[in-house]
T-cell receptor, first 114, second 115 residues
Framework: GESVGLHLPTLSVQEGDNSIINCAYS??????FIWYKQESGKGPQFIID?????DKRQGQRVTVLLNKTVKHLSLQIAATQPGDSAVYFC?????????????FGTGTQLKVEL | DSGVTQTPKHLITATGQRVTLRCSPR?????VYWYQQSLDQGLQFLIQ???????AKGNILERFSAQQFPDLHSELNLSSLELGDSALYFC??????????????FGPGTRLTVL
């Protein structure tokens, strides 16, 4: 079955440093991945997505890298700020029968130290 | 603010009881999704509705059911509640469904505590 997992449960970084959050997936047929940010007491918030025909996509201060050979996904946050402190999830989107769903990884807690 | 609203914000009930969680999607969105977030299971997809019809189903228990009404709001019904049903329940919405990468917008969640 599908599974999306994360390597590290907690990541601590200094303010201003770059953060890298990793994610492994097992379904080689997966073709669409999304990173979500979840702040305490809130629902997940879309950060950036990438399709399997790409290996890199950039947003504002964020970059997602996709390595299909080793089924690995990473989220890079440049110049990490205190407001980036949250739990980050990678998710795989799949479609079937006219519907779709997200399969989430276990999450990584990012802590930004001042 | 995602534009998705969920009520109530908190719900405390006893084992064996039944509760109803409500979700209003963003204006114009036709798809509604329900997810459960618990400490041991993480974020798990339960069910999707599109324009009133069930379109995708995850590991939703038989004790749980959902529906989407003509005004597009959705309700998740949880019955014969057990302690393990204590979790955050999120609703998300998107404009459409099918093989298109519509973004899902999540509501603030309902925290259910079963005592």
């Amino acid at each position: 079955g599908e599974s999306v997992g994360l390597h590290l449960p907690t990541l601590s970084v200094q303010e201003g440093d770059n953060s890298i959050i990793n994610c492994a997936y097992s379904n080689s047929a997966s073709d669409y991945f999304i990173w979500y940010k979840q702040e305490s007491g809130k629902g997940p918030q879309f950060i950036i997505d990438i399709r399997s025909n790409m290996d890199k996509r950039q947003g504002q201060r964020v970059t997602v890298l996709l390595n299909k050979t080793v089924k690995h996904l990473s989220l890079q946050i440049a110049a990490t700020q205190p407001g980036d402190s949250a739990v980050y999830f990678c998710a795989e989107k799949s479609w079937a029968g006219g519907g779709n769903k997200l399969t989430f990884g276990t999450g990584t807690q990012l802590k930004v130290e001042l | 603010d995602s534009g998705v609203t969920q009520t109530p914000k908190h719900l405390i009930t006893a084992t064996g009881q039944r509760v109803t969680l409500r979700c209003s999607p963003r204006s114009g969105d036709l798809s509604v999704y329900w997810y459960q977030q618990s400490l041991d299971q993480g974020l798990q997809f339960l069910i999707q509705y599109y324009n009133g019809e069930e379109r995708a189903k995850g590991n939703i228990l038989e004790r749980f059911s959902a529906q989407q009404f003509p005004d597009l709001h959705s309700e998740l019904n949880l019955s014969s509640l057990e302690l393990g049903d204590s979790a955050l329940y999120f609703c998300a919405s998107s404009p459409g469904t099918g093989d298109v990468a519509y973004e899902q917008f999540f509501g603030p969640g309902t925290r259910l505590t079963v005592l």
